[in-house]
């Protein structure tokens, strides 16, 4: 981060903004190409040994599995923590949640009142023109480059000043 912050001449305060969650995705994305050729090399040395399971297959049949079980798996996407939670019966699926990472971020205020992740990053933002939004969209972006692409303007009483489409 020192490195990236160096060459945009922007202090650290500066990671806690719409440019330190992109200059982050960028840093993950190269530190991640770098991971690439080490998981590479295992799964070249995995084949060679003749080794081509890519999962436990004890646990696979579904007729070995208990009438009523429940499980759950977590995972760091791009855009933040996913997770899925399964509730099997008599070898059926009886409940399925997913809470993705659009979910945690543009969550509304908790019990305690505090904003989610969106809201409070857009807290004391400028607009150049409310008409035209566009540091609502980077910011939101920055979260997540899929949202963000319609967006409703609303002063502080709850009346929108203006409607914005991404086509």
Known sequence: MDHVLGKLKAPKAALFSTLGRTAARGIEC????????????????NIK????DTFSKDEWEPKRWPKDCKGFG???APRGALGHWIHIKDEKIADYQIVV???WN?????????????EAALKGT???DPEQPLEVLRTIHSFDPC???ASHIFDMEGNEITQVKVV
């Open 106 to 118: 543009a969550s509304p205020r908790d019990s305690k009142g505090r904003s989610g992740a969106y």
């Open 126 to 128: 400028p607009m150049a």
């Open 49 to 52: 040994t003749g080794d081509y």
């Open 147 to 149: 949202l963000a692409c």
């Open 30 to 45: 190269k530190q991640t190409a770098g991971f690439m050729r080490k998981f590479y090399d295992q799964l070249v040395a």
């Open 101 to 103: 990472p659009s979910t």
């Open 74 to 76: 977590f995972t760091e």
